[in-house]
């Protein structure tokens, strides 16, 4: 069982940077590959980016490419998301999950958070 909680959602001003969190239980995290979803208002949930369990692969959306960095730290049992250039169109709840590398791109994951609000203003 693993536990996801994130954190450093907010309100931001387009253009800006945020870096968001997630930390996980100890014990499982470090074995699982890790990603990123968000869900915007009135659309459906959708992947941003993954991360192997050791860190040396990751894998991106589109959409994604460029702006987003996702990074995991497997002492403090963290990942971690940088969104810079922020857009209007990022404003979403963003959701960490634990699972398979080849999957999380599908959106399957065993372990999902709670989510954190990303809110982006012109």
């Known amino acids: 069982q693993v536990q996801l909680v994130e954190s450093g959602g907010g309100l931001v001003q387009a253009g800006g940077s945020l870096r968001l969190s997630c930390a996980g239980s100890a014990g499982t995290f470090r074995i699982y590959a890790m990603g990123w979803f968000r869900q915007a208002p009135g659309k459906e949930r959708e992947f941003v980016a993954s991360?192997?369990?050791?860190?040396?692969?990751?894998n991106y959306a589109d959409s994604a490419k460029g702006r987003f960095t996702i990074s995991r730290d497997n002492v403090k049992n963290t990942v971690s998301l940088q969104i810079d250039n922020l857009q209007l169109e990022d404003t979403a709840v963003y959701y960490c999950?634990?699972?398979?590398?080849?999957?999380?791109?599908?959106?399957?994951?065993?372990?999902w958070g709670q989510g954190t609000q990303v809110t982006v203003s012109s």
């Open positions: 999950a634990a699972g398979s590398l080849s999957t999380l791109p599908t959106g399957a994951a065993d372990y």
């Open positions: 991360i192997s369990w050791g860190g040396s692969r990751t």
